[in-house]
């Protein structure tokens, strides 16, 4: 069945250096969804990509889709203490999550 | 925006009791919902799928007369474990999509966290 990959699983930096993650599927996606969830709490929606080499910011936030929509990225510009959490992609809307990428930010 | 509300936050039972986990939409209407499964690390593994006036749709090896679903209206689903034991504590979690809204969001409730003793 499909799956999606994400990667790192655990990533540590010190406040104010980049941060990225990544999501791979093993087929092609319709949309990739984005969700952040912090340290004992639930999932909060942050982004959808649905087009082809789709990209789309937030703040500090850059989100990727693939051209052949089948991978996405999530990258963090001069992190801050308040984007520790667990970033979750999720392809096929509320069927498939990457297993999540954890932030640890070091002040 | 829209909420969704999980009811209890924690609950701790003996093996062999049954728990029921509310989920409610307070504030749209969910003709579906989804439960997921979170162990520790983990990733949010979808258990099934709650459709208002049917039956729920389960996920290949999921037990359907172990995690009992019932969406009796179009802001409440539960989800009843039966006969817990110690195997089937984790962190159980809802979420539901406003179709009113074009983002394809899906809203979490806050979860709910079972201890089995």
């Known amino acids: 069945g499909q799956q999606v990959m994400q990667i790192p699983q655990y990533q540590h930096v010190q406040e104010g250096e980049d941060f990225t993650t990544y999501c791979n599927s093993s087929t092609t996606l319709s949309n990739i969804q984005w969700y952040k969830q912090r340290p004992g709490g639930h999932p909060v929606f942050l982004i959808q990509l649905v087009k082809s080499g789709e990209v789309k910011k937030q703040k500090r936030l850059t989100f990727q889709f693939g051209e052949a929509k089948k991978n996405s990225s999530l990258h963090i510009t001069a992190t801050q203490t308040t984007d520790v959490g667990t970033y979750f992609c999720a392809g096929r809307g509320e069927v498939t999550f990457g297993i999540g990428t954890k932030l640890q930010v070091i002040p | ?117």
């Open chain 2, 1 to 117: 925006g829209a909420v969704v509300s999980q009811h209890p936050s924690r609950v701790i039972c003996k093996s062999g009791t049954s728990v029921k986990i509310e989920c409610r939409s307070l504030d749209f209407q969910a003709t579906t919902m989804f439960w997921y499964r979170q162990f520790p690390k983990k990733s949010l593994m979808l258990m099934a799928t709650s459709n208002e006036g049917s039956k729920a749709t389960y996920e290949q090896g999921v037990e359907k007369d172990k995690f009992l679903i019932n969406h009796a209206s179009l802001t409440l689903s539960t989800l009843t474990v039966t006969s817990a034991h110690p195997e089937d504590s984790s962190f159980y979690i809802c979420s539901a999509r406003d179709s009113t809204k074009g983002t394809g969001e899906l809203f979490f409730g806050e979860g709910s966290r079972l201890t089995v003793l």
